[in-house]
């Protein structure tokens, strides 16, 4: 037996080292798309008499220097005092908090709708919670914040019109002020994760009462809610974990809009302000600040798949471990 999940254990290892050598393999790659793709924009745009090949050789000569600035310099914006690395530390946790509050908002009142779904199935709270999720989720993230800003702001005056942000001299709002600034853009990000959420848990409930697990726990003298909740619960985690870097990644586009929308100090409203010149009233490419906001975003997705795997893996090893397709 010891044997057995000594080997169990290695083949999990081995199975996260691959994936974890995969995932960054797709960093690097993500990484050279965007650094070529925004250093050739921005020369395309402000360079003429240049071929594309040309162009090409530029942008490979300077990858060095860009790098050593961007990792170990001062890497200077055109509209900011800040330079890259002291605004990217100020405006990440922003965004980061913002869509980590909505994701884990989302996942629990999900799990709730979706499992009072499944014990009472057709019933007129099932009928209401699927009209309800179904009409949430068919209406963009980034119009429910312009309507709850209306109902909440404009006419009930409960919450904040905009996020809270002071001048820098002045430092950070109170927590409170801050707090009531991210009811608005979380509940606004939420509405189609907890749909999507539900609607896949009360599926996978509803398809396991049927069988043999459920029908053993009624042998042994188990409530159908009981049985549901011990037994079958635990069982339809996987497909819901299949789904979490889906919604992480919906979630982190959307939010793009949202912040934007919402006025959030996060990096979509930085990179928004530091591609649009106010004084010409155009855009263009800022490439530092471009290959930041990217990779910070691609960062996120790659670690909520690796996290994704890990628990895949941890809770039945023989799906991906044994398994040669």
Known sequence: MLIHYWGVGMAMVRYLIVRTIWLLLIFVIIFLITYYAARVSHLVIWTRGFTLWEILQIVTEEFSEF????????????????NVREQFVRTAPVSLFLVSVAFVYSFIVGMMLGVFSAMYPKSLFDNVVSSITLFFASIPAYLWVIGLMVYFTWQRDWLPGIYPNYPT?????PLSL?????IIPVVALSFYPIANFAQLLRAELIEQSTSETMLLAKAKGLT???AML?????????PLIRQLPNMFTFMLFNAFLVEVAYNVPGVARWL?????HRSFKQFFMDPPVVVTVSMFYATLMITMTFISDFLYALIDPRIHIHSKK
């Open 67 to 82: 790098m050593n600035d961007l990792l170990f310099g001062v890497v200077e914006q055109r509209q900011s005092s800040e």
């Open 169 to 173: 001299d002045l430092g950070p709002p």
């Open 178 to 182: 801050q707090a009531l600034g991210l």
């Open 224 to 226: 159908p809610k009981r």
């Open 230 to 238: 011990k037994h079958l619960l635990p069982n339809s985690f996987i």
């Open 272 to 276: 928004f302000d530091s591609m649009y």
